[in-house]
């Protein structure tokens, strides 16, 4: 089994060989991370259930009282409290960690499934939207050989009229539009608007007057 100790078992990243900064991430084996997990589920004695995702929350008196399990496919057919068949299971519990999913990355997954059980429960949900997601761009906005094309250090400005929001750090091109620590760290921000134009900083340190003498020397 993998060391406890994850900083002792796994190397910092360089940007030469992993293109990160490794004074703001460390890299670790995703096999390492994972049997670390397993190991401290089994010594908890946690039982896992494979193919059985919940479903819905059973409440009763104003608390959550456990969870109902089915099959992949109900998850998404939508389970409602006195709709149990045969084919979901119910388990009580006396605390139930609930996570909710998001709308970021639909097919991975995560759908949201359990805002509607809160929802239901009487909880305020606000509006769900993307975040911490790359964006798309207008087709005529970025071009198919950027795809890869990484601008480091730099500054990324999103923008509606006025500034809404901005991130330094690292740009990465895609084939559909842009990502990165930077597009990430705005993302947010954009998702709640409909018109936002991105701007980017390539030389955020540089003075106006000091940009214009590089660019004469070059």
């Known amino acids: 089994m993998a060391s406890r100790n994850l900083a002792a078992s796994c190397?910092?990243?360089?940007?030469?060989?992993?293109?990160?900064?490794?004074?703001q991430t460390e890299l670790f084996e995703v096999g390492d991370v994972v049997r670390i997990l397993e190991g401290y589920l089994r010594e908890a004695g946690v039982e896992t259930r494979y193919e059985s995702p919940a479903v819905g929350l059973l409440a009763a008196e104003g608390r959550v009282t456990g969870v109902v399990t089915g099959p992949?496919?109900?998850?998404?057919?939508?389970?409602?409290?006195?709709?149990?068949?045969?084919?979901?299971?119910e388990w009580t519990a006396d605390a139930v960690i609930v996570s909710t999913g998001g709308s970021s990355y639909p097919n991975s997954g995560t759908t949201g499934d359990g805002w509607p059980w809160l929802r239901e429960l009487g909880h305020t949900v606000m509006k769900v939207r993307a975040a911490l997601a790359p964006m798309y761009?207008?087709?005529?906005?970025?071009?198919?050989?950027?795809?890869?094309?990484?601008?480091?250090?730099?500054?990324?400005?999103?923008?509606?009229?006025?500034?809404?929001a901005r991130w330094r750090g690292d740009l990465l091109f895609t084939h559909q539009g842009v990502s990165g620590p930077t597009v990430l760290g705005v993302s947010r921000e954009v998702a709640e608007r409909t018109g936002c134009t991105l701007e980017v900083d390539?030389?955020?340190d540089e003075t106006p007057e000091a940009l214009g003498e590089l660019l004469l020397t070059q």
């Open 11 to 23: 190397q910092l990243g360089t940007a030469h060989d992993h293109e990160v900064d490794p004074s």
């Open 72 to 89: 992949p496919n109900a998850a998404h057919a939508g389970y409602r409290s006195g709709t149990e068949s045969g084919n979901t299971k």
């Open 137 to 164: 761009l207008e087709a005529d906005r970025v071009r198919p050989e950027w795809s890869g094309v990484a601008l480091r250090d730099i500054v990324l400005k999103a923008r509606e009229k006025k500034e809404v």
């Open 202 to 204: 390539l030389r955020p």
